[in-house]
């Protein structure tokens, strides 16, 4: 079963505009991490928060974690259409369980 | 670039057939993962090997699936007999194996079993 759950399931905006795309997840976490799928392509790994981690950016990502929520968003900032695609997260799990688990993801639309 | 290479990129096959599907993990990483994406479940995890030692493979109907890695350059993963409820794409990625490793995704090869 999916650990970590995607909000919202699809989004557009205009290009310029800000995405933001939520996660939650249900079980204790070692980190968890932002990926993304361009359609018919494998996935691209964006940015990896530790649990010890409040907030991490990377050129126009923010990501956020709150582990007393165990919820996690991730931001991004001036969206350009090559943004368009779908976004997971995924977690890995305390020290010692060593696989990623993936949420069903959040396709991004982005207009020019 | 290192990247991780899947073959085929495409497969059709008819139902009861033998599928493999090929993976060669980037150089120097030592964990191998296998994925199932699908519209209704998502990404599913398969196996996991790490030094080529299979650790999860609790995700795989074990009855039909099976995956291997015959040295650290290939990883396989087979369906004998295939049915139609296979048909998705099947990713393979590899890591450096450490606990805050990012993985890096192959291009997927989608399978259709008719």
């Known amino acids: 079963s999916q650990q970590g759950e995607e909000d919202p399931q699809a989004l557009s905006i205009q290009e310029g505009e800000n995405a933001t795309m939520n996660c939650s997840y249900k079980?204790?976490?070692?980190?968890l991490q932002w990926y993304r799928q361009n359609s018919g392509r494998g996935l691209v790994h964006l940015i990896l928060i530790r649990s010890n981690e409040r907030e991490k950016h990377s050129g126009r990502l923010r990501v956020t974690l709150d582990t007393s929520k165990k919820s996690s968003s991730l931001l991004i900032t001036a969206s350009r259409a090559a943004d368009t695609a779908s976004y997971f997260c995924?977690?890995?799990?305390?020290?010692?369980?060593?696989?990623?688990?993936f949420g069903k993801g959040t396709m991004l639309l982005v207009s020019p | 670039d290192a990247r991780v290479t899947q073959t085929p990129r495409h497969k059709v096959t008819e139902m009861g057939q033998e599928v493999t599907m090929r993976c060669q993990p980037i150089l120097g990483h030592n964990t191998v993962f296998w994925y199932r994406q699908t519209m209704m479940q998502g990404l599913e995890l398969l196996a996991y090997f790490r030094n080529r030692a299979p650790l999860d493979d609790s995700g795989m109907p074990k009855d039909r699936f099976s995956a291997e890695m015959p040295d650290a350059t290939l990883a396989t993963l087979k369906i004998q007999p295939s049915e139609p409820r296979d048909s998705a794409v099947y990713f393979c990625?590899?890591?450096?194996?450490?606990?805050?490793?990012?993985?890096?995704f192959g291009s997927g090869t989608q399978l259709s079993v008719l």
């Open positions: 990625a590899s890591g450096p194996g450490q606990a805050d490793e990012k993985l890096f």
């Open positions: 079980t204790s976490i070692n980190n």
């Open positions: 995924a977690t890995r799990g305390p020290p010692g369980y060593s696989t990623l688990t």
